[in-house]
């Protein structure tokens, strides 16, 4: 039985003017990979970002729900920071901060004012652990996360993420920059993670979709045009649009 | 590009399903007439092109399938080829079963004797035909005509099963001969199996709803 953990509801996002999602209505089921697809522009990048309130950055105006445990996460007087916590976010680019491997991974946590050494010790190890990076660079948690190869540095910023214990985890095209074996090595953690977590992913790569997710969600011109199981979406489509589009017809 | 490979696919598999007619009804028609060249033609020579075509079609479509990652539409017709070839293989296969008799039935005339039997093949041949023809047009109704068509080919067969088993009991008629019609039957049954399977797997290439078993509706 799943469980749903997001609701989209009639949601509306602007960029000035311009209307970039229109009337949005989803549900993020717990512990699945959700995969976002649509051509370039669309509004999927827009959309993950919704839901961890990252288009605040670029003076979004939305209206509509997103419904986060029980919350909606567009009110006003929501607590953002601990938000981006419960829902963290993995980019496109590996984005480690300038810092040791060490003290990227334990970063949130001492922003969030935690200085037990043992407790962080131990959260930076089993995120690391987590994300199997561990045994490969055990012996230098303090050189340079800037040293690590860029599967390793997309890695390293999953256990960042993972070091505060989100709920939520969303990637932004995650491999894209990475080379076949690192994104089977990404690939094959997002499919143990989920067990803990509910992922959202957006993806340019139809087939990593179908390999991945659990459900597909396809967007086209800021619209959902189909949204529903991945192994269904992928056979047998209820759409034309979203069968030309998966079939490289266009976009 | 994906979709010209599907498609020059897809030529390949209705020239080898035109190979595979011709086969049954050269089959058919070696049996009726006593011609042994032919059905020795069946046995040596197309048979062994049906197995190396089988095996080409199936090696172009795990190619594009490797190399491409189809899926929704592409995906459906490639499974949909794989497995109509396989079904045309095993449709040749029954051919052969048919022609293997010619040698053993001297001047008897099968045909003439049983008059189902005729009723039963031309059922069988319009299957066959109509189920490839649904397949290259994509023709849905055409391929539920063709599943609607498969009972009354058990009737028959049934009935020539029955008939043959009692005459047997009763010791009437030459039991050799009785069994060789009912071997024919029972291939011309299986091929109308095999068409009924070929009009299903339409159905799903078009729809993307399995119709096998009933399972769901159309």
């Known amino acids: 039985m799943v469980k749903e953990k997001i609701k989209v509801e009639n949601f509306n996002l602007y960029f000035k003017d311009k209307k970039v999602l229109n009337n949005i209505n989803l549900s993020i089921f717990e512990n699945k990979v959700t995969a976002i697809i649509g051509p370039s522009g669309c509004g999927k990048s827009t959309l ?9 950055f670029y003076n979004a105006k939305v209206d509509g729900k997103i419904i986060f445990d029980g919350i909606n996460i567009n009110d006003r007087n929501i607590d953002l920071s601990n938000l981006r916590t419960k829902i963290g976010m993995v980019f496109q ?6 810092f040791s491997i060490y003290d990227n991974v334990a970063f949130g946590l001492k922003v969030k004012g935690i200085n037990d050494k043992s407790f962080i010790d131990e ?20 050189d340079s996360a800037m040293s690590l190869s860029g599967g390793q540095q997309q890695r390293l910023c999953i256990a960042r993420a993972l070091a505060n214990d989100p709920e939520v985890l969303l990637l932004d095209e995650p491999t894209s920059a990475l080379d076949p074996k690192s994104t089977q090595k990404i690939e094959e953690l997002l499919e143990v993670l989920k067990k803990k977590l509910t992922i959202i992913i957006v993806t340019h790569n139809i087939a990593q979709a179908g390999r991945i997710s659990d459900y597909t969600l396809f967007i086209y011109l800021g ?3 189909e949204f529903g199981e991945t192994k269904k979406m992928f056979t047998a489509p209820e759409n034309k649009k979203t069968e030309e589009y998966i079939t490289g017809i266009f976009g | 590009m994906l979709k010209d490979r599907i498609e020059s696919l897809k030529k390949e598999l209705i020239d080898y399903s035109l190979f595979i007619q011709k086969m049954f009804e050269d089959s058919i028609f070696s049996l009726k ?6 059905s020795e033609k069946i046995l040596k020579e197309m048979e062994d092109f049906a197995n190396r075509k089988e095996v080409e079609i199936e090696n172009e479509c795990v190619s594009i399938i490797a190399t491409n990652q189809p899926v929704a539409s592409d995906l459906r017709t490639l499974f949909t080829i794989l497995k109509i070839n396989n079904d045309l293989e095993r449709i040749g296969d029954h051919c052969v079963n048919i022609s293997s008799r010619v040698d053993s039935l001297k001047s008897e005339k099968i045909f003439e004797r049983n008059k189902d039997l005729e009723k039963i093949y031309i059922v069988v041949k319009r299957m066959f035909e109509d189920s490839i023809k649904s397949f290259v047009n994509g023709d849905i109704n055409l391929a539920k005509e063709v599943l609607e068509e498969d009972d009354n080919v058990d009737m028959l067969r049934d009935k020539i099963v029955k008939e043959i088993i009692s005459g047997i009991n009763k010791c009437e008629g030459d039991s050799f001969l009785e069994i060789v019609i009912m071997d024919v039957a029972r291939n011309l049954e299986r091929i109308a199996d095999l068409s009924t399977n070929i009009a299903e797997d339409t159905i799903f290439m078009i729809t993307g709803k399995s119709v096998k078993h009933h399972f769901e509706k159309i």
């Open chain 2, 33 to 38: 007439n006593h011609d042994l060249k032919l």
């Open chain 1, 123 to 142: 959260k930076v190890v089993k995120s690391l652990k987590d994300v199997w990076l561990y045994d490969e660079i055990k012996d230098r948690l303090f």
């Open chain 1, 93 to 98: 680019k590996p984005n480690p901060f300038p």
């Open chain 1, 48 to 56: 993950i970002r919704s839901f961890n309130r990252m288009n605040d």
């Open chain 1, 223 to 225: 619209e959902i045009v």
